[in-house]
């Protein structure tokens, strides 16, 4: 425990410290910058990048190779990484736009084959002199052992960008993700639009590589925007949300591997992404599966305490045991089902409203008016005091305005 706080302090050493602060803005940038791809409903496009960067690690591996270098030069390497991501998105896009075949298709076609061309590459580096230790399966699932300050740096002006775009072009794709239809009604290059939308992926793809690898950068794109999805219904805040989400992330999951060298940094940032994932999808206050039980909870409350005063004001007696509890609860009946005073007070003033919403119905014949009755709704929020006095005076007489 002390060694965890230690990392959170970022008193752990140099290199975790430099990884921690590395981990937080990476998980930033990916959970900003991939927000868009969720509202497009596009996440797996993602996927397709983050496989389509190792052909790119190796072709670039070998082509410094035969330069005359050692092959492990990280922008050298990050540069091959994008050309191939880049080249992927292409292809993915071009056999969506000129096939018949849906996109998931092409994802998937593309993911498989540039992730096999990537393995063979791997392979054959591996037979070369200079390929043995060159530690490219560390793209895979990434590495942070090695990481030097100059990564850090190219981390975060990476990742400040990628950032810095998603904001400024934010409303356009607010728009692309919302309705392309009314988008390019409007004028925008729909296709342009969502080609930068896969360029911000691909672009936090590529500095990602170095901290949680390939396979699971995706889980840093799709996840941090899913959980801010549970506590935002605004897309402007839904990217902060999603960059702090990430960011907590990356920060919380390299000090947890900090202080536990024997585990792995990128899979516990991921695994950490999915906690707060959990935790939002039980806690939110909105969205969140707790808040939809007590949603549902006081529905079924309000609903068995209409009835039952609707059965208290007709004289009918109360069989349903839960209905029973609801109304002793409110102090309106006793455990018997009988009416008390003011029991049988609130029955007559809900049927009376049963009453006025049905002349209400022959008044104004309106559905959109009318049939905004749902049996729970007080009739004062919906007709004024003086429609009210009107129903009551077709009634057969003045009756006082009350709420139910």
Avoid: C
């Amino acid at each position: 425990m002390e060694g965890f706080a230690d990392a959170l302090l970022l008193r752990a050493g140099y290199n975790a410290a430099l990884v921690g602060v590395g981990a937080a803005l990476l998980g930033f940038a990916a959970g900003a910058s991939g927000s868009f791809m969720f509202l497009r409903k596009r996440a797996l496009v993602s996927d397709a990048v983050a496989h389509a960067t190792l052909p790119g690690v190796g072709l670039a591996f070998i082509a410094m190779v035969m330069l005359g270098g050692d092959g492990r030069w990280l922008p050298g390497l990050l540069a091959g990484s994008a050309l191939s991501a880049w080249v992927g998105l292409l292809v993915v896009e071009w056999i969506t736009r000129r096939t018949r075949l849906p996109e998931d298709t092409a994802i998937g076609a593309v993911l498989s084959v540039f992730f096999g061309i990537g393995i063979v590459l791997l392979t054959v580096i591996q037979s070369m002199s200079s390929g043995r230790q060159a530690g490219l399966e560390d793209f895979l699932l990434g590495a942070t052992a090695g990481m030097l300050y100059q990564d850090a740096v190219v981390i975060a002006a990476g990742g400040t960008l990628a950032v810095l775009a998603t904001w400024i072009l934010r409303r356009p794709m607010t728009l692309v993700a919302f309705d392309a239809e009314y988008a390019a009604a409007s004028g925008y290059d729909v296709r342009r639009i969502d080609l930068a939308m896969m360029g911000l992926v691909l672009a936090v793809t590529v500095i990602g590589l170095k901290i949680v690898g390939l396979i699971l950068i995706v889980a840093m794109l799709i996840i941090p925007p899913v959980t801010a999805r549970f506590w935002t219904d605004r897309s402007d805040r839904l990217i902060w949300v999603a960059g702090a989400s990430g960011g907590l992330a990356g920060y919380f999951g390299a000090a947890i591997s900090a202080s536990a060298p024997a585990l792995p940094t990128g899979p516990i940032i991921v695994l950490v992404a999915a906690a707060l994932f959990i935790v939002s999808l039980f806690l939110a206050p909105v969205r969140g599966v707790l808040a939809a039980l007590l949603r549902h909870r006081r529905f079924q409350h309000r609903v068995h305490l209409r009835q039952g005063l609707l059965a208290l004001a007709r004289g009918d007696r109360i069989l349903e045991p839960y209905t029973i509890r609801v109304l002793q609860a409110e102090g309106l009946a006793r455990a018997d089902g009988v009416a008390t005073e003011a029991g049988r007070a609130r029955a007559a003033r809900i049927a009376r409203d049963e009453r006025r919403w049905a002349v209400a119905r022959e008044v104004h014949q309106d559905s959109g008016l009318t049939g905004r009755y749902d049996g729970l709704t007080p009739i004062e929020q919906v007709f004024t005091p003086d429609e009210i006095a009107e129903f009551d005076r077709r009634l057969g007489g003045p009756t006082p305005v009350g709420g139910a």
